[in-house]
């Protein structure tokens, strides 16, 4: 057994299972959720749920440690067991070559000029083959939902008559990338065409070419999770004190993965601009997911860009307590004046999400679904450039009660929009729809569901990154 997240990761790669009787965590009870929803909503996730009762799940990803897949799967997974729905979760094995390569097609699809050479394409594929010969699917559940580009291809070795194979795709796909890459659009369509639906964080990712029903599901947090639940005082100070950090001088924060696509130069250089004029301080803080090779040299530039100033704290958060990781990073965001992300591509942004809800009013950058989010002016505001985000920045640090008032209204957008039991009911929507044959991939090529008008068909900037 493997040390993960303050639980423990089984040989096999097994995370939660009823089955074997390991489940290392839980969420609240859903009665915990009715003050926060209201009982109407809480009812229709009942209702859906009792239609799919019976189901067993497979959830598959390629890492229990860091990252927002896996931050989402910690809730859902005890969350659906809770709702009469056995879910298991487990994670693929690879090597160092294949989480590079697969960091790598990651990137492509972001954008990143390049193509996914032939011998990342082999370790990709020994990789995937080797996990079907040691039996990653060990029983037999009725939906396997697979995330993300990592495991995409198990559907080609594994999926049996009777069922059902859907793909999750939480990144910030770049459709002018594909459409002018022809060897990586046929990479993805070999594996892709195996599953039964993919579902999309947002309207612009969606590929409209794969013949296959498309769903529309953003991600979501946990409000009753240790990351996102409320703190006292003290306990903020305490996380604080630990990192040396004075609760006097405002602070501004960024947190989330290291990672290139996060924009942390541009939340570096609007704070020395801001620091010029206003006493304050910056905290760079979050974890190395296990899935992610380059999280490591984003981290060490990081340590290099910013060492010769006492009031940039860059943390690096340990994952080894997943609990304590997660309360450090809902004490940081409590602590802030204001929580900045940049980011030059986003699938979604749950960080973004977690600062809302905490009142916290955010200002990131108006690409992939952060728009989805933030309503500039309204429930945040969009990242400009550093003099320009700056001169924001120095006025809301003036201006505090106008921070509240707009972090009020972004804690009461993410209520009503992306809280953990009405996105599990749409998922549990889309199950049943495909299991009881109200979608059919046969007939239902060219469908797009969505369960809320998430549709953000706006233009999106190229943007050019250098790695």
Not at 158 to 179: A, N
Not at 230 to 254: C, F, H, M, R, W
Not at 265 to 284: F, M, P, S
Not at 322 to 336: D, G, I, M, S
Request: aromatic fraction near 10%.
């Amino acid at each position: 057994m493997a040390k993960v997240n303050n639980s423990s990761v089984l040989a096999d790669g097994t995370v939660y299972s009823k089955r074997k009787n390991f489940c290392p965590f839980s969420t609240s009870p859903l009665e915990d959720y009715v003050p926060i929803l209201g009982e109407e909503r809480i009812e229709r996730l009942q209702k859906v749920a009792q239609r799919v009762k019976g189901l067993k799940i497979l959830t598959l990803n390629a890492t229990a440690q860091g990252g927002g897949v896996a931050e989402m799967l910690y809730s859902a997974v005890p969350f659906l067991n809770m709702l009469g729905i056995e879910t298991e979760w487990k994670v693929i094995r690879g090597t160092k070559e294949y989480f590079e390569a697969t960091k790598e097609l990651h990137n492509l699809l972001q954008g990143k000029a390049g193509s996914f050479g032939p011998e990342r394409r082999q370790t990709y594929i020994d990789t995937l083959e080797e996990c079907a010969r040691q039996n990653i699917i060990d029983y037999r559940p009725d939906v396997i939902d697979v995330h993300d580009p990592q495991p995409l291809g198990l559907s080609y070795y594994l999926k049996r008559p009777g069922e059902t194979w859907l793909w999750r795709c939480h990144i910030d796909i770049d459709r002018e990338t594909i459409e002018g890459n022809p060897d990586l659009w046929n990479f993805l369509t070999r594996w892709a065409e195996y599953y039964d639906a993919v579902i999309f964080s947002a309207a612009q990712y969606i590929i409209p070419w794969w013949p296959l029903p498309k769903f529309i599901i953003p991600p979501f947090i946990d409000p009753l999770s240790e990351k996102n639940r409320e703190l006292s005082q003290g306990e903020i100070d305490k996380v604080l004190t630990k990192y040396n950090i004075d609760p006097k001088v405002p602070i501004i924060a960024q947190i989330g993965r290291f990672d290139p696509w996060k924009g942390i130069d541009r939340t570096i250089a609007t704070y020395r601009r801001v620091r010029k004029e206003r006493k304050c301080q910056l905290i760079l803080a979050g974890g190395l997911a296990a899935d992610d090779p380059e999280g490591e040299r984003i981290l060490s530039r990081v340590y290099e860009d910013t060492e010769d100033d006492e009031d940039i704290h860059v943390l690096k958060l340990s994952l080894d307590d997943r609990l304590e990781n997660q309360r450090e990073v809902n004490a940081f965001q409590r602590a802030a004046r204001l929580i900045m992300q940049p980011s030059t591509r986003e699938g979604f942004g749950l960080v973004i999400t977690e600062a809302l809800w905490k009142s916290k009013l955010v200002i990131g950058a108006d690409v992939g679904a952060i728009p989805l989010q933030i309503r500039d002016g309204d429930t945040g505001y969009f990242y400009q450039t550093p003099r320009k985000t700056a001169k924001k920045v120095i006025y809301l640090l003036e201006k505090p009660k106008v921070a509240e008032a707009m972090g009020r209204r972004g804690r009461e957008y993410v209520k009503q929009r992306f809280l953990l039991p009405d996105r599990i009911a749409d998922y549990l929507m889309t199950i049943n729809m495909i299991a009881s044959g109200a979608v059919n991939r046969k007939v239902c090529t060219e469908c797009i569901i969505s369960f809320s008008p998430w549709f953000d068909l706006k233009k999106r900037k190229r943007v050019r990154l250098y790695f």
